[in-house]
């Protein structure tokens, strides 16, 4: 940190007027233990007060806020043979990357020691197992008010609005970063004729938000507009990765690419990069040539922008398009917070900020509407059912080549029976033997097939008969067993 910057952090600080749940001042150093608790309660109240830090100050009145000067260098103060720094870091839980700035002297006033300590995030902030908050400008213990602790803990991962990527810019350095055209053009809003105008827009968004000295970019800005992914270390691994396989197994990989731009910049690119790559039938009409894909290109848009959306980013890994001969597999870091069987009728984001500016670019569709015309169109191209796989940290949901109704083995049938029943039932039809005959490609003498792929549904536990007074089985409706 430069000077410049440290006198502006200060008297950001300062102007204030007074000491606030996530900024404590100190003329002088008392004790290790103090430092810790108080680290704590900064944290769990920083987090509490929506602030992405809190601050200890050293050197400061605080009851008149001027600056006095400390005898306090924390980089150098040692406990017994270890470095103080390092003795706080080992006792609080978890561990907490804290930062210590004491380089500098403010003016001619004295030297100044700050303490700046992240929010805490998914759970609160203990020192020697006890957690801290602060209420007003006292330090109190966080067991002592129930509904503070509550509201940490289910705080659970912090919303990448409030996650800081790149702190201390300039606005030239800002839009430098961002693709700030894209926003404006995919909002369909005219570009303001100076940077203030777009600084201000941005930060309305949470694109980006003011810090003490400057400007920080979030991880929701910098995951949609980032010009280059990499320019964030916190997010090479988020960029996007495709890869082409031979055959249906891993072993050669034809071609392989990767997406190092914000989402909401490459997606379209991305898109249509997939879409070169899948296989294609070609038909012969009277008089023209045309080639058809194997998959409905509507499906692969909604569950690769579902990918993007619904990723755990506390978890480390790319989200993947995997291409075989015989499927496609759509992966993203994390597990759903939602069961698998409900993700036709039920939407629930961990990162609604993410989605909500998503779906106002026009990249994501409404709620949870995305899924069900991917689903629709899989069933127009009659293919099998979607597949959706939970691992321990990861998501995969796998779309299938045509396949005839002959080789899908039992499981597959039922489960094509269930998403279709979901289907209906979620645009406010119902599933008959004559719909299920139409989804699946049976032929209408053949409806005693049907029967059997709904007798064996009902018996899995995945649908169930519509109460109705009417006798025949074949104009009887089904719906999904949560109906």
């Not at 800081?164 to 894209?182: A, D, G, P, Q, Y």
């Not at 929701?220 to 270390?233: E, Q, R, S, V, Y």
Request: charged share 30%.
């Amino acid at each position: 940190m430069e000077y410049f910057d440290f006198k502006r952090l200060i008297d950001s600080l300062l102007v204030k007027n007074r000491e606030t749940e996530w900024i404590e001042f100190k003329e002088n150093f008392h004790s290790k233990e103090e430092i810790g608790e108080r680290l704590s309660a900064l944290s769990n109240s920083a987090f509490l007060c929506n602030m992405p830090y809190g601050y200890m100050v050293f050197g400061v009145n605080d009851k008149s806020l001027s600056v006095v000067g400390t005898d306090l260098h924390a980089k150098r103060k040692k406990v017994g043979n270890e470095e103080l720094e390092s003795w706080l870091s080992t006792r609080l839980n978890p561990r907490v990357d804290f930062e210590i700035i004491d380089d500098f002297d403010y003016e001619d006033r004295g030297h100044v020691c700050v303490f700046k300590i992240p929010a805490a995030v998914g759970r609160p902030v203990s020192f020697l197992h006890e957690e801290y908050v602060r209420v007003g400008s006292t330090t109190r213990k966080l067991r002592d008010f129930p509904n503070k602790e509550a509201k940490i803990w289910k705080g659970g991962q912090k919303p990448l609005e409030r996650i800081v990527v790149k702190e201390k810019l300039s606005i030239n350095e800002v839009l430098s970063l961002l693709s700030v055209e894209t926003y404006f053009d995919l909002m369909k809003l005219p570009l303001p004729s100076d940077s203030n105008g777009i600084i201000d827009r941005l930060l309305s968004e949470k694109i980006v938000i003011q810090d003490e000295v400057g400007y920080s970019i979030t991880e929701l800005g910098a995951l949609l507009f980032a010009k280059h992914l990499t320019d964030f270390d916190s997010l090479r691994r988020k960029q996007v990765r495709v890869v082409v396989y031979h055959g249906r197994s891993k072993i050669d990989i034809i071609r392989e690419q990767t997406f190092d731009v914000g989402y909401a910049i490459g997606f379209e690119n991305m898109i249509s990069w997939i879409n070169s790559q899948l296989p294609a039938n070609e038909e012969i009409g009277q008089a023209l040539r045309t080639t058809t894909s194997m998959y409905p290109p509507i499906a692969i848009r909604e569950i690769v922008a579902n990918m993007i959306v619904h990723q755990d980013f506390s978890q480390m890994g790319f989200p993947m398009v995997e291409i075989y001969s015989d499927r496609i597999e759509i992966s993203n870091p994390g597990q759903p917070i939602i069961s698998v069987e409900r993700f036709i009728d039920e939407y629930d984001s961990r990162n609604s900020s993410l989605a909500d500016l998503m779906r106002r670019l026009g990249v994501c569709e409404e709620l949870g509407s995305g899924l069900d015309k991917a689903i629709s169109s899989i069933e127009l191209y009659q293919l099998p059912p979607l597949r959706i796989q939970v691992q321990e940290s990861r998501t995969t949901v796998t779309i299938f080549a045509y396949r005839k109704y002959s080789e899908l083995d039992r499981q597959e049938r039922i489960y094509a029976c269930y998403q279709h029943a979901c289907l209906k039932y979620v645009t406010n039809e119902k599933m008959t033997n004559q719909t299920l005959r139409e989804r699946m490609g049976i032929d209408k003498k053949n409806y005693p097939m049907a029967s059997r792929i709904i007798k064996d549904s009902i018996d899995a536990g995945k649908i169930k008969e519509e109460q109705s007074e009417s006798k025949n089985r074949r104009t009887k409706g089904y719906i999904p067993y949560w109906a």
